[in-house]
């Protein structure tokens, strides 16, 4: 089931902010382990890291300050669902690129799914079926 994030929408966070909307939120997001757990949090330096890696759009300046906003909310919670699964990040880097706000929002709600095809011209020996 997907976190009800209707309350978030508005607004521009803290890095800090950020991360406290995100760790309360993995918990719906991310699948959970033998022991009924949830995988690690985030925290600041990794949500620049994945600034830094393209798998979270730049904040926005406000001054000296950075700013996040909904669409930063949701890449990093899709990041992080991606990579809990076992997908790499040059995946989960494709899956963001380019996509709308909705289309993440049913990635975390599972209405989308990502489905791995093989590239058929990068290995010519092996078929699609």
């Known amino acids: ?4 994030l209707s309350a978030l929408r508005e607004g ?3 890095l800090d902010e950020l991360v ?9 997001v991310l699948p959970k ?6 995988a690690e949090g985030v925290n600041p330096r990794l949500v620049r890291h994945y600034a830094t890696q393209g798998l979270v759009d730049e904040p926005l ?3 000296r300050e950075a700013r996040y906003l909904y669409r930063h909310l949701l890449q990093l919670l899709v990041v992080r669902r991606l990579l809990a699964e ?3 990040s040059a995946l989960a880097k494709r899956v963001i690129e380019g996509r709308a706000d ?5 990635l975390l709600a599972g209405h989308l799914t990502v489905q791995l095809v093989p590239d058929v011209e990068a ?4 078929i699609a079926c």
């Open 61 to 63: 300046k406000e001054g």
């Open 102 to 106: 909705e289309e993440l929002e049913s």
């Open 33 to 38: 382990d033998a022991s009924g757990r949830v």
């Open 12 to 14: 521009a966070w803290s």
């Open 123 to 126: 290995f010519p020996g092996h």
């Open 20 to 28: 406290d909307h995100a760790n309360r939120l993995l918990a719906e």
């Open 1 to 4: 089931m997907a976190p009800d």
């Open 86 to 88: 076992g997908h790499t």
